[in-house]
């Protein structure tokens, strides 16, 4: 029944992805092998929204480290554990939690060693900033203490890259741009530099996975990346220009659609999930990195309520076929107004 249960629920957010984002792309998905234990690690901009996009895309059930901070509440912590979230504990957590962290790692080691994939995001935090930042020496713990205690164990490494157009706006698109598959082992043949070569060869493949920008150059190139209104979902090509130090680079670029016209006739229609989102939970949303995750909240739980008790009332009062009309041209505008 529980796998039941998690089917249904990836069906349900693969639909609610759909008419979320303008377009999700991705790259390189038969590389999530299923027949070898495998570690996915990838850069964090975009708060619980990267894990959601991982889970509607892994082929498979994978198992994934997350913050612990968004553990607090119990009801919202036994849901996370449920779909396969694990917390991880960091200093601005507590000295005391910190011990927690222990049977969380023996956890994904086990995982590991049965052929289960799980999910690390080794930069440590989010950040919406469009470059790789620093790793921390967590998933490379995590590699050693699966090699160390199960030497036979075929570990691979799958880096994957997050890329989004604008990732507090919306409607938003994003790539999901997975990379070679690593072998553990021979990074880890000697125990002295395991660590510097786990992080150095992650580290790299994310920049070339990711639009990557120097940051003793961050704001500059930012600005003219910006204002050039190029394809964020292209990082080889911008990456390239980055490195020639943007002369003459010939990028995609975006252009507006048409249908943004539709914007304030879809917000009327949806008037209660929008005054909902924008008088009562974005404004106590802390972290810009977290807006994204709330606005796809509300969009997957209160529209779809919201447009069932609209046909409902119209059904009632005017007629079923009335009801089921309105219905229809509500998600016709939404889907013109998201995708086009």
Not at 177 to 195: E, H, R, S
């Amino acid at each position: 029944m529980k796998h039941l249960g998690l089917y249904i629920l990836k069906c349900y957010l693969k639909v609610a992805v759909f008419f979320y984002f303008k377009k999700v792309r991705v790259v390189g998905t038969s590389r999530i092998t299923t027949s070898k234990p495998l570690l996915i690690l990838g850069n964090h901009q975009n708060a619980l929204l990267d894990a959601l996009l991982l889970a509607v895309t892994c082929p498979h059930y994978a198992h994934y480290l997350t913050r612990a901070s968004v553990f607090k509440k119990t009801t919202v912590s036994k849901l996370l554990q449920q779909i396969g979230l694990m917390p991880i504990y960091r200093i601005r957590d507590g000295w005391s939690n910190l011990n927690q962290n222990t049977q969380v790692f023996e956890t994904c080691t086990q995982l590991l060693r049965n052929g289960k994939t799980v999910v690390i995001f080794p930069e440590g935090n989010h950040n919406l900033q469009r470059r790789v930042r620093p790793l921390s020496k967590g998933f490379t713990r995590l590699v050693l203490d699966t090699l160390e205690q199960y030497p036979d164990t075929d570990l691979k490494l799958l880096p994957v890259g997050f890329n989004y157009q604008k990732a507090v706006g919306f409607p938003d698109s994003v790539l999901l741009n997975f990379g070679q598959l690593i072998d553990a082992k021979p990074l880890c043949a000697d125990k002295k530099t395991a660590v510097t070569h786990l992080k150095q060869t992650v580290q790299e493949a994310l920049q070339t996975l990711t639009v990557h920008l120097p940051e003793a150059t961050y704001d500059e190139r930012l600005q003219e990346l910006d204002s050039k209104q190029v394809d964020y979902l292209d990082p080889e090509a911008i990456n390239a220009c980055v490195d020639s130090a943007v002369q003459e680079c010939q990028l995609k670029t975006v252009t507006p659609s048409f249908f943004a016209i539709l914007k304030p006739l879809v917000y009327l229609l949806l008037l209660l999930p929008v005054l909902v989102w924008r008088l009562a939970i974005k404004p106590k949303i802390k972290e810009a990195e977290f807006i994204s995750t709330f606005r796809f909240a509300v969009s997957a739980v209160l529209i779809p309520v919201w447009l069932l008790l609209l046909c409902v009332t119209v059904g009632v009062l005017v007629g079923v076929v009335y009801g089921l009309g309105l219905l229809a041209a509500v998600v016709l505008l939404m889907l013109l107004y998201v995708k086009a």
